[in-house]
């Protein structure tokens, strides 16, 4: 069991969530993840690490509330425990000759995102980062990303806060910058929703900048036994959990790895309204019952 020792709530569904855990703190790096349950009945679910504490001995996460799961740990307060925290798991991030870098940042994916930009920015890079959101109620770590910043680009689809349009938009205009003054990024990081991380890659190849992106790929046991987190990079199968989740922007196959990250959208609607282990053999039971109830009426 692992303790809750801090949580806050940074928007309507957004939380970061505190676990006392020595063992993953002592060795956790950025770019890494935890798998957790938040009890022994519930489904192993994978979040990134956003900060680790050495000396005290805690884990944070940021996760965003929109399954059974994440809703069920919402539901946890301080000094409350939950069954599972595993990790730290996946490769390391690598900040090593990195020196002008640019962090994309989409919606919950600013969560990974500015570990990544601190990492980067504490290894000596310069650091610009695009933090894109769809409107002003659901920003999150501004303050966060712009202490580990040399620029902040804020921005919203409706331009209710910050600049108004899409991140892939601010990109292509700050390589158009960078490339006609003659100092364009070497490095460029991006964590968010699959579509956007496809067209920021495809923007990137375009000026010839080296990109990294994060992968949330559906994960089951996140040691590399179930294959449920494969995707194709470079025209090879790799395992987000082992061989990621960081990967080559320019090589991974979008088109496939956004088919397959949708192929259990019905089951978790149903968990969530449910709110517990869906069962079809229980769906198939209540079908019955239904049937035989209105056969009497």
């Known amino acids: 069991m692992f ?36 009890d022994e009945f519930g489904e192993r679910m994978p979040i990134t690490i956003s900060y ?14 929109v399954g059974s799961t994440t ?24 900040f090593e000759n990195m020196h002008k870098v640019v962090v994309v940042g989409g919606g919950s994916g600013c969560a990974i995102a500015w570990p990544q930009a601190k990492g980067a920015h504490d290894a000596g890079a310069e650091v610009d980062i695009i933090a894109g959101f769809r409107t002003k109620g659901i920003v999150v770590l501004e303050d966060e990303m712009r202490a580990c910043s040399n620029n902040l680009y804020m921005m ?31 490095t460029c990081i991006c964590i968010g929703p699959l579509p956007m991380m496809k067209f920021v890659c495809e923007i990137t190849k375009e000026y ?14 996140g040691s590399g036994m179930c294959g449920g987190c494969r995707l194709t990079v470079d025209g090879q199968m790799k395992f987000t959990c082992v061989d990621g989740p960081e990967f080559d922007g320019h090589l991974v196959d979008f088109d496939e790895a956004i088919a397959r990250s949708k192929i259990y959208e019905e089951q978790e609607l149903k968990v969530f309204q449910r709110r517990h282990h869906y069962c079809s053999l229980q769906e198939m039971a209540d079908a019955e019952e239904a049937a035989r109830k209105k056969e009497e009426q």
């Open 3 to 38: 303790k809750i020792v801090k949580k806050e709530q940074l928007s309507d569904n957004m939380y970061r969530v505190t676990f006392h855990a020595p063992l993953v703190a002592r060795k956790a790096q950025p770019g890494q993840f935890l798998m957790f349950r938040v």
């Open 52 to 65: 680790f504490d050495r000396e005290a001995g805690d884990v944070t996460v940021i996760m965003q509330k």
């Open 71 to 94: 809703a069920l740990l919402a539901s946890k307060n301080e000094g409350d425990y939950v069954a599972d925290v595993v990790g730290p798991l996946g490769n390391p991030a690598e």
């Open 156 to 186: 919203t689809d409706d331009g209710s806060y910050g600049e108004k349009g899409f991140t892939t938009v601010k990109l292509k205009e700050l390589l158009e910058k960078a490339k006609a003054e003659g100092k364009q990024y070497d």
């Open 208 to 221: 010839g900048v080296h990109t990294m992106v994060d992968m949330n790929c559906i994960m089951i046991d």
